[in-house]
């Protein structure tokens, strides 16, 4: 009965590809994230949605593109990777709109070579 | 300067001590106060909040500072399953978490 799920776990690819990340959660909250954790093991907000409506958008390329088909949902694709997206990407949920406690999903981490 | 700053350590303390460690924020309009704890390679996830008042969770103490924009965490009779990365989390607005990088505590037998 995990709380939040990602899939893949670890992804490994190629420069220049396109690829995806998906998150579920049955918590049956209306907020999801993303986040990305790189080497420096900072943890920053790049997405998130509330009942399928964008809230947070940073400073993040236009390569990143969140989905929210539901509100137990939230994809992530990512088009033409570089090197640089190489890190790991927590997808998390909360309950309502304001972001208190967050529960993360276990983490997808990307190798970009 | 990031909003959330702390020591990266690593704090190496043997079973039973005491470890204490801060973090400082930089927006004196945040509002809420958090530590997560992070195990190596696993997700973050919620320890304690932390109140204006301090607060206690069994071995656990978190104060908070808003004149200086700081918050601490307080280990007492430290297990070797405390063995963590500790995240300061510091919320600028109301829809989003700042995160700090972490303070690594490794507790040894």
């Known amino acids: 009965d995990t709380a939040v799920s990602q899939t893949p776990k670890y992804l490994v690819t190629q420069m220049g590809n396109d690829k995806s990340i998906k998150c579920e959660q049955n918590l049956g909250h209306d907020t999801m994230y993303w986040y990305k954790q790189d080497s420096k093991k900072f943890l920053k907000i790049m997405f998130s949605?509330?009942?399928?409506?964008?809230?947070i958008n940073e400073t993040v390329p236009n390569r990143f593109s969140p989905k929210s088909p539901d509100k137990a949902h939230l994809n992530l694709h990512i088009n033409s990777l570089e090197l640089g997206d190489s890190a790991v990407y927590f997808c998390?949920?909360?309950?309502?709109?304001?972001?208190?406690?967050?529960?993360f999903g276990p983490g997808t981490r990307l190798t970009v070579t | 300067r990031k909003e959330v700053e702390q020591d990266p350590g690593p704090f190496n303390v043997p079973e039973g001590a005491t470890v204490a460690f801060n973090c400082t924020y930089s927006?004196?309009?945040?509002?809420?106060f958090f530590w997560y704890r992070q195990d190596c390679r696993k997700e973050p996830k919620l320890l304690m909040s932390v109140y204006s008042s301090g607060n206690e969770d069994g071995r656990f103490t978190a104060q908070l500072n808003r004149a200086s924009q700081y918050i601490s965490l307080l280990i007492r009779d430290s297990k070797l399953s405390d063995s963590a990365t500790y995240l300061c989390v510091v919320t600028p607005n109301d829809y989003k978490l700042s995160f700090g990088a972490g303070t690594t505590v490794t507790v040894r037998a």
């Open positions: 949605y509330n009942n399928k409506e964008l809230i």
């Open positions: 998390a949920s909360s309950h309502g709109l304001l972001a208190y406690e967050q529960y």
């Open positions: 927006n004196s309009a945040s509002q809420s």
